[in-house]
């Protein structure tokens, strides 16, 4: 159900990518109580990206989830900002969190929906 995209505009080995890839998996579960098996992440590096009229180091974020806790997003935002902060070395400041709250008729896995 939930889905993390996050797109950086640094460059990271392929190693260091799933690296991260897993850990924002674990970490995605651990802060929306839901199982791991159903979170997805996509990491997407190297985009051309500015921010503040900058090129240094920057994240957009997407978060969807099915029941996404509208309530909790400013915890939700310091929990992803701290890990991006800590894994990739990008500022708070320098990063941007969309949220989503997916309908279950809109969310497909498996060949059916939600």
């Known amino acids: 159900m939930p889905c993390l995209i996050i797109k950086i505009n640094q460059s990271l080995s392929e190693q260091d990518k799933k690296d991260f890839g897993l850990s924002?998996?674990?970490k995605t579960a651990e802060?929306?109580?839901k199982p791991e098996s159903y979170v997805m992440t996509l990491v997407e590096d190297n985009i051309?990206?500015?921010m503040s009229g900058s090129l240094e180091p920057a994240a957009y974020i997407e978060l969807k989830s099915i029941n996404l806790p509208e309530q909790q997003t400013m915890e939700l935002s310091s929990s992803l900002?701290?890990?991006i902060g800590e894994s990739l070395a990008i500022p708070a400041n320098r990063i941007y969190i969309e949220f989503s709250n997916a309908q279950r008729h809109l969310w497909g896995w498996d060949?059916?929906?939600f």
Do not use: K
């Open 24 to 26: 924002a998996s674990a």
């Open 81 to 83: 900002c701290q890990h």
């Open 111 to 113: 060949g059916r929906t």
């Open 48 to 50: 051309s990206m500015t």
């Open 31 to 33: 802060i929306l109580g």
